[in-house]
């Protein structure tokens, strides 16, 4: 008998051993009794660490996590979970009971599967892929006359078009206002309107008109002499408007001047002289005028909060911006651009999942332009992995977002819907929301919070096709 037993303990020892699968064997209570040799490679402990060890001890110090084993006996039946190991190794881990006459579990035996580089090659696929999708929208762009142009993406009609009419206008020496809303590029239009300009050589000299104080606004746009004032530099200073001689003077945020520094600056428009302060001798400076506002300047006129005179000098030829949410085509091509950008800046080399793109097309973009680049940004550093996956967005589009989950919940509680019925149809809705956003059932259990087989058993359960979403 001693015999035979021990044949068995070799038989045993020699299967840990063999199996390409990591091997752990619990008794009924969760202790460890045996474990393979391969654990030090992927949980970074060795056997003799284990054995003798609680799951429930090793699961709090996160070197089964989660712990199937904990599962198996929790639920007793056979579970199967993806886990993320202390070495960085991702694992598929399958956990069996093992029952006595009685049904009493007195083992577990867990199989876990190294899937760390099927993940790695999952990836390097989805980069590959990603990057032909994106080679491919770039040579349509390329087609449609260039990609981007000073920091722009040009790819929808409304975009072509105020493209164009920027290229014509740039021709003339014509007064210009850009309008738009705030964040979708109206001082890069005007750089481009400048660099295709005559002036290309001559300097572009940027105001934020809502950044100077008013008390500032006269020394800062006209300059002022040495001596003029306390504080004032030795050898006196050049304003904004000479400065912009032989160039262009954008005056960005037009909307936010107070009405007495409006009047100022219409006369040194108006007649191209500037007298600094304390200065008795105007200069001619020669400058073409490009301004900006995301406020109605017609109303503002009405209201009387804007000159009428002002109005009309700056406004000979208005452009309108259209916003990025109406600029659907634009926004994934604009997202590949300045994910490269920034990619190249942080030495990252991020990529987007598929439904992410989704997503960002998806959502209304209230900051326009700038909250994309900015959102762009932040993923390329915070980012885990290198794919960036829609659970990383700080947003939640409509369609999956908290308002249309409220009133799908009023929905269901004006029908009389039973709790039943009710616990049933949302969970459907996860899954499906689960397909629309995941390839396969692993990605779809990890964001549902349940193992492969379960999110399996369930899609049959309710007659979800996932290769049809």
């Not at 003798?52 to 198996?72: A, N, Y």
């Not at 993806?82 to 598929?92: C, E, I």
């Not at 920034?342 to 989704?358: G, Q, R, S, V």
Request: neutral net charge; hydrophobic residues 35%; aromatic residues 8%.
């Amino acid at each position: 008998m001693e015999k035979n037993f021990g044949i068995l303990q070799i038989e045993l020892d020699a299967i840990l051993k063999a199996s390409k699968d990591n091997i752990v064997i619990t008794d009924g209570k969760g202790i460890v009794l045996r474990a393979s040799p391969k654990c030090q490679a992927i949980y970074g402990k060795d056997v003799s660490f284990l054995i003798g060890k609680s799951v429930f001890q090793l699961e709090t110090e996160s070197i089964f996590s989660p712990s199937v084993t904990k599962m198996v006996l929790k639920e007793q039946r056979e579970i199967q979970v993806m886990q993320h190991t202390a070495t960085g190794r991702v694992v598929m881990a399958t956990g069996f009971p093992v029952m006595n006459e009685t049904g009493e579990i007195i083992r577990v035996i867990s199989f876990s599967h190294d899937l760390t580089e099927i993940q790695y090659l999952k990836e390097d696929y989805e980069e590959l892929r990603t990057k032909m999708e994106r080679y491919q929208a770039e040579i349509q762009e390329l087609r449609e006359k260039g990609l981007h142009q000073d920091d722009m993406v040009i790819q929808c009609k409304s975009s072509q078009r105020v493209w164009q009419l920027v290229q014509q206008v740039a021709k003339s020496d014509a007064s210009v206002v850009f309008l738009g809303e705030s964040g979708v590029g109206k001082n890069v239009f005007a750089r481009a309107l400048h660099n295709g300009s005559q002036r290309n050589k001559g300097p572009f000299i940027e105001v934020n008109c809502g950044a100077i104080p008013e008390s500032l606004f006269e020394s800062e746009m006209f300059g002022y002499e040495a001596g003029s004032f306390t504080g004032a530099n030795k050898q006196g200073k050049p304003g904004m408007i000479e400065l912009a001689h032989k160039g262009t003077l954008f005056l960005d945020e037009i909307g936010e001047l107070p009405l007495p520094v409006q009047a100022k600056l219409l006369k040194a428009i108006q007649e191209k002289k500037v007298t600094r302060v304390g200065g008795v001798a105007p200069k001619t400076i020669d400058f073409r005028l490009i301004a900006s506002t995301n406020q109605d300047l017609e109303k503002m006129v009405k209201k009387g909060t804007f000159r009428q005179d002002l109005f009309y000098r700056i406004n000979v030829i208005p452009i309108t911006i259209p916003p990025l949410r109406e600029r659907k085509e634009d926004i994934a091509i604009m997202a590949y651009y300045y994910l490269r950008k920034f990619n190249e800046k942080y030495e990252t080399n991020k990529f987007f999942h598929t439904t992410t793109i989704k997503e960002l097309v998806v959502y209304d973009w209230p900051g326009n332009v700038r909250e994309l680049q900015n959102m762009i940004e932040r993923l390329v550093i915070t980012a885990e992995t290198r794919t960036i996956y829609p659970n990383s967005l700080p947003f939640k589009t409509q369609e999956y977002g908290q308002n249309a989950d409220s009133s799908y919940i009023e929905e269901l509680e004006e029908r009389g819907t039973t709790l039943q019925d009710a616990l049933q149809e949302v969970e459907i809705r996860w899954l499906k929301r689960a397909v629309k956003q995941y390839k396969t059932t692993y990605e779809m259990g990890e964001y549902l919070g349940m193992n492969q087989s379960t999110v399996v058993r369930k899609l049959k359960k309710y007659g979800i096709n996932a290769k049809s979403h």
